[in-house]
Nanobody, 127 residues
Framework: QARLVESGGGSAQAGGSLTLSCEVSEDQYSDKYCVSWFRRAPGKEREGVAGIGPDGATGYAESVKGRFTISKGVDKNTVSLQMQNLKLEDSAVYFC????????????????????WGQGTQVTVSS
């Protein structure tokens, strides 16, 4: 079974940048996963942020469009989330997750079809 491990979290000032990485270990579904980033802020429910399908198609939440970019590494086993122009409300624990639904970022990012989850990495944005 694939394991997902996030890295790259930390602190940044509003307007700054951070890049998160999700390492997806290989299994028999490696080339079929759609990988998404979720986040959970204190007192709020977890929400989908960005996703990338096995074909490279991407989707973003409205709140991060134009500021966040999701991409796959050359080896296809790393999914990065480049976050720019960070806002205070971006502070949250960020999780990556893998789904076998090819457009896992479509609709409301229903969590039931995400079969693998990472442990999360904290992002704190300060003024």
């Amino acid at each position: 079974q694939a394991r997902l491990v996030e890295s790259g979290g930390g602190s940044a000032q509003a307007g700054g940048s951070l890049t998160l990485s999700c390492e997806v270990s290989e299994d028999q579904y490696s080339d079929k996963y759609c990988v998404s980033w979720f986040r959970r802020a204190p007192g709020k429910e977890r929400e989908g942020v960005a996703g990338i399908g096995p074909d490279g198609a991407t989707g973003y939440a409205e709140s991060v469009k134009g500021r966040f970019t999701i991409s796959k590494g050359v080896d296809k086993n790393t999914v990065s989330l480049q976050m720019q122009n960070l806002k205070l409300e971006d502070s949250a624990v960020y999780f990556c997750a893998a789904s076998l639904v090819v457009d896992c970022y479509a609709g409301a990012w229903a969590e039931w079809h995400f079969v693998r989850w990472g442990q999360g990495t904290q992002v704190t944005v300060s003024s």
